[in-house]
């Protein structure tokens, strides 16, 4: 409402100015342009007030708005009016000098831009009381390099006080050339905020502030002319120069929301992509391209721990107040899924953030049906054929920990399950079976059992756990070649791999012989196999030589298996 009442006092301010030119014998052309120049900052300044009620741009650009008509006031045939008007013509260039450096947020946050602005603010305040009170006589007209060419009222000054021409025209060539550096200090800043701006920053401040270039660099020369001589041709065109650069600003404000509103399109491409697999690391990249801001960070939420983890299971940290950094948080009925942490420029964006976590949550909702799809594989008849690898997880001390954590250990176990799931299906591998605190998964041919065996590890020694809970998992990877039945897999291998998985420790893993010799060629370079002996296990015949898979960030020592000891 605010806005809508402001905009109809600019425009009644417009009508009104626009009258008293035409009653000057102003040109029509001149009227129109004039007219159009401040209704298009009146209505960009009433977006942005509906858009952002509670940021000072709106107000501003309907402030310049309403300030743009002054000169045209100049004309009226009331001796007060005219001579007020002539005193505070300058006002319009100070409120547009601060709309180019608090742009967008609506404050100048810099110290800079606070100096350079006061020193613009205190020379146009200077101009005042001598337009004011030491001239008798109201020009007859506006220089012709102004915005407009009018007889004006040609009438005596009501509030002089003393005429002084001479001290009054020196005033005006030294305030005018101090207007002039204030000016280019203002441009140096606008450049420099481009220059030092972060890739969404610029994308929103390019469109403004390329106008705002343009209209001060117009504006320093218009103020260097009116203080020299300079020929008829010259002043002829900055007549039409100084409001086509001025009328950049809120053309270039009107370009940025149409940007802002292309922009969204990317969120089509983002929902497209959500289609076949990802990583954590290539949805934040979409996601990234999609806001067009590098520094994107998602975050994970994690129930249990109570915080938010980044792709890779760490606690991923919140930007604090006063950073440059903001967050969206993403819900769905109220309960947290996840985060995404952004340029703080996004917030002016809303539509766009909004439409990005839309599909952030969509993404989330995808992995989780599909983790559930992947963990009934075993009753849909989809586990891999022939030759697999076994991977058998079970939680160390799960007695304890019930006893410690009481009733929410359901959700520490529920999440240790969940991200055992993801980590089975990121590396093609179905889960078989989850009882208790027990998980069973396999591993075709062509899938990876080791790089899921140390990212389980890897994750859930990086997890937030509530209360400082430590949670470990001993796993056992074993290759066999097991019966395949309506009830799953069926055989000794199966057995067998439950057996060395169970005899191992939290944070250790364990290989059969077989699966030594099968992956010891491909493990990774830091990665290496130790011997651990042969053992009897329990149920099956034999000895079965063991070893101990080891890589430098994971913990290489455990104390002896929980077998009997090796023959010899």
């Not at 990876?448 to 998992?473: F, K, M, N």
């Not at 799953?488 to 057995?495: A, F, S, T, W």
Request: charged share 15%; with cysteine; glycine share 8%.
């Amino acid at each position: 409402m605010a806005a809508l009442i402001a905009a109809v006092v600019g425009l009644a301010v417009a009508l009104a100015a626009g009258l008293v030119s035409l009653r000057a014998g102003v040109d029509a052309v001149v009227i129109a342009q004039d007219q159009v120049i401040g209704v298009a900052y009146l209505v960009a300044g009433a977006i942005a007030w509906r858009r952002r009620p509670d940021n000072a741009i709106g107000p501003l650009l309907v402030a310049i708005g309403c300030t743009w008509y002054i000169p045209d006031f100049q004309a009226a045939p009331v001796p007060a009016i005219a001579s007020l008007a002539f005193a505070t013509r300058r006002i319009v260039n100070v409120l547009s000098g601060y709309l180019f450096l608090a742009f967008p947020s609506g404050h100048l946050g810099v110290r800079r831009h606070r100096i350079v602005m006061g020193c613009a603010i205190a020379l146009t305040a200077i101009q005042v009381p001598p337009r004011l009170l030491l001239v008798d006589h109201i020009p007859g007209a506006l220089s012709q390099v102004d915005r407009i060419a009018t007889r004006g009222c040609n009438c005596a000054n009501p509030f002089m006080l003393v005429s002084a021409p001479g001290p009054f025209a020196r005033i005006e060539s030294v305030t005018a050339v101090l207007t002039v550096v204030s000016t280019v200090a203002i441009i140096a800043l606008v450049i420099l905020r481009l220059v030092e701006a972060t890739t969404p920053m610029r994308r929103i401040l390019w469109p403004v502030l390329f106008g705002s270039l343009v209209g001060l660099g117009v504006f320093a020369l218009n103020l260097l002319v009116s203080t020299v001589h300079t020929d008829a041709g010259t002043r002829g065109a900055l007549t039409w120069l100084v409001p086509l650069a001025r009328a950049a600003v809120p053309i270039g404000f009107l370009v940025g929301l149409l940007r802002m509103r292309m922009g969204q399109a990317a969120v089509a491409h983002l929902v497209v992509g959500l289609h076949g697999d990802r990583t954590p690391g290539s949805l934040e990249r979409a996601i990234a391209r999609a806001l067009q801001d590098p520094a994107v960070k998602l975050g994970y939420w994690s129930p249990a721990g109570g915080t938010y983890v980044d792709g890779a299971g760490k606690v991923l940290a919140m930007p604090g107040p006063g950073s440059s950094l903001s967050v969206a948080i993403v819900k769905r009925a109220d309960v947290p899924l996840g985060a995404i942490i952004h340029d703080a420029v996004l917030d002016d964006d809303k539509p766009l953030l909004d439409a990005v976590s839309a599909a952030f949550a969509l993404a989330l909702d995808r992995d989780r049906l599909a983790s559930a799809v992947h963990a009934q594989a075993a009753a849909a008849g989809q586990l891999p054929s022939g030759p697999v690898t076994f991977l058998y997880a079970d939680v160390e001390g799960s007695t304890a920990l019930l006893q410690r954590l009481g009733e929410r250990y359901a959700d520490v176990l529920a999440e240790e399950r969940r991200l055992l799931r993801t980590v089975v299906r990121r590396h093609r591998g179905f889960e078989i079976d989850s009882r208790a605190d027990e998980f069973f998964a396999a591993f075709g041919e062509t899938a990876d059992p080791v790089a899921a065996a140390l990212e389980i590890q890897r994750r859930l020694r990086d997890h937030p756990w509530p209360d400082g809970t430590v949670l470990r998992v001993r796993i056992g990877l074993h290759w066999g070649q097991p019966q395949m039945t309506d009830e799953g897999y069926v055989g000794l291998d199966v057995h067998r791999a439950s057996r060395i998985g169970s005899a191992g420790h939290g944070g250790q893993i364990l290989l059969s012989e077989v699966t030594r010799q099968r992956v010891e060629a491909h493990l990774p370079p830091d990665a290496t196999v130790h011997p651990l002996g042969a053992f009897a296990l329990k149920g099956l015949p034999g000895l079965e030589p063991i070893s101990q898979l080891t890589v430098p960030d994971l913990p290489e020592t455990f104390p002896a298996l929980r077998l009997d000891p090796p023959a010899r």
